[in-house]
């Protein structure tokens, strides 16, 4: 069965204190990883794609990796409005529509 | 408009109601997508569409969950009977593509409370 599990659950930074968020995953035939930012009371609003181990994704102060195992989530000098929950969610092959989400990592980043 | 829109924004529904969630994507997005989310844990597919096809139900918890979308553009999702446990977010979501490159736009949700 699928599995996609990320960790930590909460973090707390200081502005400018830089860190990572992994997402590991088991999935037969995976066709893409994604990271999703979710604010609250909102829907998750799309990050990136990655398709295959040693890829990354750069997009301000957010940077994705992808092993064939995990990905990280790492946020380079975040500031207060990087505070979210950061979702992760696997595709496998085959099945085009289904998205399969972790259960988030809650950031919370303090000036 | 420009994003997904979805209605009601809250709905409270005596255990054993019917409901029904509606969901305006993106105009000219041909797939879509509803997703349950309980408090604390990330989306759980129910079902997709491409154009009016739904081409996987998968996710549908029972047969009291029922989504359409006739005209390929607007979707409802009904909930018949309602039980405590369908209590959570309802997230619709587009996408322009045939083929899920993972780019979905979500809407704001449907939150749902069964009492």
């Known amino acids: 069965e699928d599995q996609v599990t990320q960790s930590p659950e909460a973090l707390r930074l200081q502005e400018g204190e830089s860190s990572s968020l992994n997402c590991s995953y088991t999935?037969?035939?995976?066709?893409?990883l994604f990271w999703y930012r979710q604010d609250p009371g909102k829907g998750p609003e799309f990050l990136f794609t990655?398709?295959?181990a040693g890829e990354e994704k750069e997009k301000e102060r957010l940077k994705a990796t992808l092993t064939k195992k995990e990905s990280f989530l790492h946020i380079t000098a975040p500031k207060p409005e990087d505070s979210a929950t950061y979702l992760c969610?696997?595709?496998?092959?085959?099945?085009?529509?289904?998205?399969?989400f972790g259960a988030g990592t809650q950031v919370v980043v303090t000036p | 408009g420009a994003g997904v829109s979805q209605s009601p924004r809250y709905k409270v529904a005596k255990r054993g109601q019917d409901v029904a969630l509606r969901c305006d994507p993106i105009?000219?997005?041909?797939?879509l997508f509803w997703y349950q989310q309980a408090l604390g844990q990330g989306p759980e597919f129910l079902t997709y569409?491409?154009?009016?096809?739904?081409?996987?139900k998968s996710g549908l918890p029972s047969d009291r969950f029922f989504a359409e979308r006739p005209e390929g553009s607007v979707s409802t999702l009904k909930i018949q009977r309602t039980q405590q446990e369908d209590s959570a977010v309802y997230l619709c979501?587009?996408?322009?593509?045939?083929?899920?490159?993972?780019?979905?736009?979500f809407g704001e949700g449907s939150r749902l409370t069964v009492l």
């Open positions: 979501a587009s996408s322009r593509e045939r083929v899920n490159t993972g780019e979905l736009f």
């Open positions: 999935v037969s035939g995976l066709r893409g």
């Open positions: 990655l398709y295959s």
């Open positions: 969610a696997v595709s496998r092959s085959g099945s085009w529509g289904k998205l399969q």
């Open positions: 105009s000219g997005h041909v797939s």
């Open positions: 569409f491409q154009n009016e096809a739904q081409l996987d």
